[in-house]
């Protein structure tokens, strides 16, 4: 269950601002905002301080953003809860904020879909802050001399020596469907769809390779989110192989043992993988829509954490993951995270930009507990999936 954020009181004049607790969540916005609080009276380049709150990483990944943005300035936020918050009338679309030239000037130096997986209705609604997607996570020194799986029929080949993982614990479970069906290059429903998610062929085929899989994950990690999956196998005897997760470069360094990340696993030799989106934008709420002093300060401080010396040089040393593609393309950054950026830099170019329609978020969650209860029960593969297929069309019709 996620706990409510409450958001303390802050000092008068003082922006409030939401992130998740990771350090790659909230490691480069409380630097800057220490460095903002050690500046002489006088000397500030924003126009008021920004105060970052954390919440869990299951609330940046389920609770709607308009229950927060009461409370917050700033929120970083997931592309897929933009729906809701769209229909709440509770952000501010960008548009408002910066003219089109700053706007595309900062689509073009994005990776990937970063920047497009924030526009909705033909409006911006965040902006591109962290970027990640599903690739897979390998710790080197348990594979030995074998290859890494380039299909996930290797993957489901590797012997029993080598221990595997799935991430299935939050909305995990369904993204993880959703990038096997992606894979074999199943077409996904759009935001004004309410057929089946994928055709049913490729469904079926994403349901027996998870079942294989899950069967081989460990116990303490069938409920695990990313961060889990990836600390767990950063500090002990592995799991060794995990072929889609939400990538972390901090866990290239951060654990007794170093975990590598590469491009998930094709669904046939020679295929482009399966992957989906993530990463976090910055959106910016209607609490202070009368207060001009207010407005510039969050114009300060969104222009100052999109600058390219902040994103490339900041964000990497302090836990931060950037958006900008000067970031993910510098040698010296890929030097010191272990190729991280590098490695994973197409899978996010190509990764899948989920729906944004009102109530999504809600959905993947209920669809990932549905899909790990039903493989953890060993239920029918085509009963599950109907299930899931007519779970999705009574939440469009709503």
């Given at each position: 269950?996620?706990?409510p ?12 601002g939401?992130?998740w607790?990771?350090p790659?969540g909230?490691g480069p ?6 460095i ?7 000397c ?10 954390r919440q ?8 709607p ?6 409370d ?5 936020v997931?592309?897929?809860?933009l729906?809701g918050?769209v229909?709440?009338g509770?952000?501010?679309?960008m548009?408002v ?5 700053e ?7 994005s ?9 909705l209705?033909d409006?911006t609604?965040a902006?591109?802050l962290?970027a ?5 996570a ?12 380039r ?16 991430c299935l614990?939050?909305p ?11 894979a074999?290059r ?5 935001d004004g769809d309410?057929?089946?998610?994928f055709p ?5 085929a994403a349901?027996?390779t998870m079942a294989r ?5 460990p116990p303490?990690l ?6 889990a999956?990836?600390r767990?196998?950063?500090a002990?005897?592995?799991?060794a192989?995990?072929?889609?997760v939400?990538g972390?470069?901090?866990y290239t360094?951060?654990?007794p ?7 998930p ?7 482009r ?31 100052r ?16 993951q950037?958006?900008a593609?000067?970031?993910w393309?510098?040698?010296?950054t890929?030097?010191?995270w272990g190729g991280?950026?590098?490695?994973t830099?197409a899978?996010?170019?190509?990764a ?10 809600a959905?993947q969650?209920?669809a990932?507990?549905l899909?790990?209860?039903?493989l953890?029960?060993g239920?029918p593969h085509r009963?599950?999936l109907d299930?899931?297929d007519?779970?999705h069309?009574?939440e469009r019709?709503r």
């Open positions: 269950m996620t706990v954020v409450i958001a303390p009181l802050t000092a008068a004049g003082e922006l409030r939401l992130t607790d990771h790659r909230y916005l409380e630097e800057l905002s220490r903002d609080a050690s500046v002489p009276t006088g500030e380049t924003v126009g008021r301080p920004l105060r970052w709150d869990p990483l299951s609330g940046f990944e389920s609770t953003i308009a229950a927060l943005a009461a917050y300035d700033i929120l970083v997931d592309h897929s809860g729906g918050a229909e709440a509770c952000l501010v679309a548009e904020l910066f003219g089109p030239t706007l595309a000037s900062w689509r073009e130096r990776v990937g879909a970063s920047f497009d997986s924030y526009v209705d409006r609604w902006l591109p962290d990640t997607a599903q690739v897979a390998v710790r080197p020194d348990l594979m030995g001399e074998r290859d890494l799986p299909t996930w029929g290797q993957v489901c080949a590797l012997p029993n020596e080598v221990p595997v993982t799935l614990g939050g995990h479970a369904f993204l993880t469907f959703c990038s096997l069906c992606l074999q199943g077409e996904p429903a759009t309410d057929d089946a998610l049913r062929e490729h469904g079926l349901l027996e899989l899950a069967a081989r994950t303490g069938r409920s695990a989110d990313p961060v999956v990836l767990t196998m950063a002990g005897q592995g799991p192989y995990c072929p889609l939400h972390y470069v901090t360094r951060s654990g043992y170093p975990v590598a990340f590469s491009a696993p094709a669904w046939l030799p020679g295929g993988p399966g992957s989906v989106l993530g990463g976090a934008g910055l959106a910016v709420s209607r609490r202070r829509t009368g207060d001009a002093a207010a407005r510039s300060a969050v114009r300060d401080h969104l222009r954490l999109l600058a390219d010396p902040v994103q490339r040089e900041l964000f990497p040393v302090t836990g931060g950037p958006a593609r000067s970031a393309t510098d040698r010296w890929n030097d010191q991280f950026y590098r490695s830099l899978t996010v170019e190509h899948w930009v989920r729906p944004r329609w009102p109530g999504y978020p959905f969650q209920a990932a507990r899909l790990r209860d039903g953890a029960e239920r009963a599950l299930e899931l007519a779970r069309r009574a019709r």
